[in-house]
C-alpha cells in the first residue's frame, strides 16, 4: 500500500496556470549575458604581486587559492634575540628596504594553498 | 506519524501493480490521503478488477475507482493507459536524473587543476574540494563582500553566471546538477520515511544569504577581520566544505601522519549533515542554501518553467505526492521551494516548457 501526503481536494478549473513571459527571462538573459562579458574582461583596481592590476578571474581565484595578501602579513620578523651581532646585522639587512606598503591588498595569481579557511 | 512523509515509488514503464496495474497514477492499487473508497478526495485503483470494465469503475465527486485494465483504460487517470506525450516525457525525464546528475557531479569534480577556480560555478560546491573545477558562488560572494571595506569590487562575473543560469532555468540547476543535491538524493534513499518541514523553513535560505554570506562578512571586515580568519563565516559553517575539502585533507593527513586535520566543529557538523539528509529530503537544499534560494526567485520568470494543463489534471494529487521537497504543487508549480526535479511532470498535467516570443 503506497502512502500519500495528505492534501487538499484540487480544482484544476480555479488553478492559476502560471503563464510565464518570454521577454522578461529574454532581458535577464541579455542583462547576465552583458555582465558575463563585462566581468571576463574587468580589470579590477588591486594590485597584483608581479604588479599592475588583476582581472577579475585572477581575484576570484585568489579566494580559493589563499591568494590575498594584506600589509600586516607582511610585517617584518622582530629582531633577534641574543647577543649575536652576525644574527642582527643579517636582520638589519633583510629589512633594510622594507617600507610601509601602500596597497591594502594585492592579489598572489600563483599562490595554491589548498583550503585557505 | 503526523510529520512523517512517505515519497510515492517511481513509477515503472508498465503497469507496476501487475498486468491491470494502473500507470498513469503512480502504479499502486490502493492510494489516496485517506486510503478509504468513500472517504473524501480517496482516489483508489483497482488494478484486480479488469474483467469488470467499465462498469467496475465508480466515480463520484469525491472519490474515484481507478480501472486501468478496462477497455478505455483508467477513466480517473485520463483514460489512455499513460501514454500522452506529457506523462511519456515526464518519465523519461524522470528515469534520466541520476544519470544527469551524476554526470555533472563529473564535470564539477574533473581533475582539471585549479586553472578554472577564476570562473564560477552554479552550483553548491566547494572550491577548495582537490577536484572541484570551479569556483563556489557562495564562497566567492562572500569573499567579495569580506573585501568591500579594503577594495570594494562588483562581483560582475559571478552575477553574470549567476543571472543568465538563473534567468534561463530557474532552480533546475538544484535538481539536475548540483553535486552536493544529488549526494543527498542518494542519502535520502537510504531511508524511506522523511520528516515533513513546514513550508515556511525555506525562508531561512534568505536569512542565510543576507546575513552570513554578505552582511556578516562586510561587518567582520570593516573590523579588519580577513575573510579566512572570520571565525564564523559561511565557509566555515559549510557541510560542502566539510564534506569535499576538511575530509579529503583530513584523511590525507591521517595517511602521512599529521592526523585528522579537520576541526571537531566541522566533523561534528559533517555528522549532523549525513545523520540530517536520511530524515529529512535535502535539508541543506531547503533549510540553508543560499545559491538555491537565489536561483528559485527566478523560477516565476524563467524561461524554461513548469506549466500547468488543466486539461490533463484529473485530481488524482499525485503531483503533490511525488514532490518530496513538500511543494504544493497542486496549487502553484513555480514557486521558490521548487529545485525543478520534475517528478511532478509524471503526472501528465504538470509540463515542462521553455518560454517561446509567441508565449
Not at chain 1, 17 to 27: Q, S, T, V
Not at chain 2, 24 to 37: I, K, M, N, R
Request: with cysteine; hydrophobic share 40%.
Amino acid at each position: 500500500m503506497l502512502g500519500r501526503v495528505q492534501q487538499p481536494p484540487v480544482n484544476p478549473a480555479l488553478r492559476d496556470l502560471e503563464r510565464h513571459d518570454f521577454w522578461a527571462g529574454f532581458a535577464a538573459v541579455l542583462v547576465g549575458l552583458v555582465l558575463v562579458v563585462c566581468g571576463a574582461r574587468h580589470l579590477t583596481s588591486i594590485e597584483t604581486v608581479e604588479g599592475g592590476t588583476a582581472w577579475e578571474t585572477q581575484l576570484m581565484k585568489a579566494f580559493s587559492a589563499g591568494g590575498l595578501q594584506f600589509p600586516e602579513q607582511l610585517v617584518p620578523a622582530p629582531p633577534p634575540k641574543g647577543d649575536d651581532p652576525a644574527a642582527l646585522e643579517r636582520w638589519a639587512k633583510q629589512n633594510s628596504q622594507y617600507s610601509a606598503p601602500t596597497w591594502k591588498v594585492r592579489v598572489d595569481a600563483g599562490a595554491t594553498t589548498p583550503c585557505p579557511t | 506519524m503526523d510529520n512523517l512523509e512517505q515519497k510515492p515509488k517511481e513509477p515503472a514503464a508498465g503497469p507496476p501493480g501487475g498486468p491491470g496495474g494502473c500507470a498513469d497514477c503512480g502504479g499502486e492499487a490502493v492510494h489516496g490521503p485517506q486510503s478509504t473508497v468513500h472517504s473524501p478526495q480517496s482516489t483508489v485503483h483497482s488494478p484486480q478488477s479488469t474483467a469488470q470494465g467499465p462498469q467496475s469503475t465508480v466515480q463520484s465527486p469525491q472519490s474515484t475507482v481507478h480501472n486501468q485494465g478496462a477497455p478505455g483504460g483508467c477513466t480517473a487517470c485520463g483514460g489512455e493507459g499513460g501514454q500522452s506525450e506529457g506523462k511519456a516525457l515526464g518519465r523519461r525525464l524522470l528515469r534520466s536524473r541520476p544519470w544527469v546528475q551524476a554526470g555533472f557531479a563529473g564535470l564539477w569534480l574533473a581533475p582539471v587543476g585549479q586553472w578554472l577556480h577564476g570562473i564560477p560555478g552554479c552550483v553548491f560546491h566547494c572550491y577548495s574540494c582537490p577536484l572541484s573545477a570551479l569556483a563556489c558562488p557562495v564562497g566567492v560572494l562572500a569573499n567579495y563582500a569580506a573585501l568591500l571595506p579594503v577594495a570594494p569590487e562588483m562581483p560582475y562575473l559571478l552575477l553574470g553566471v549567476l543571472l543568465v543560469v538563473a534567468a534561463v532555468s530557474g532552480s533546475l540547476a538544484c535538481g539536475w546538477a548540483c553535486p552536493f543535491g544529488f549526494l543527498q538524493d542518494l542519502l535520502g534513499k537510504l531511508t524511506p520515511r522523511k520528516i515533513a518541514l513546514p513550508a515556511w523553513t525555506g525562508h531561512i535560505r534568505y536569512a542565510v544569504l543576507l546575513g552570513l554570506v554578505i552582511l556578516l562578512p562586510v561587518v567582520l571586515g570593516y573590523k579588519g577581520i580577513r575573510f579566512d580568519e572570520q571565525t564564523v563565516s559561511i565557509c566555515r559553517l559549510c557541510p560542502a566544505g566539510a564534506l569535499e575539502a576538511g575530509l579529503p585533507y583530513s584523511v590525507q593527513g591521517l595517511l602521512t601522519g599529521h592526523g585528522w586535520v579537520m576541526s571537531g566543529f566541522k566533523s561534528g557538523l559533517l555528522l549532523a549533515f549525513v545523520a540530517a539528509a536520511l530524515f529529512i529530503h535535502r535539508p541543506w537544499c531547503r533549510l540553508f542554501c543560499p545559491l538555491g534560494g537565489l536561483l528559485a526567485l527566478f523560477n516565476r520568470v524563467s524561461l524554461f518553467h513548469l506549466r500547468f494543463n488543466p486539461k490533463e489534471c484529473v485530481e488524482c494529487n499525485l503531483c503533490r505526492s511525488r514532490c518530496s521537497m513538500g511543494v504544493k504543487v497542486d496549487q502553484k508549480v513555480n514557486v521558490s521551494g521548487c529545485i525543478r526535479c520534475l517528478e511532478c511532470t509524471t503526472c501528465g498535467a504538470i509540463e515542462p516548457r521553455f518560454a517561446t516570443p509567441k508565449g
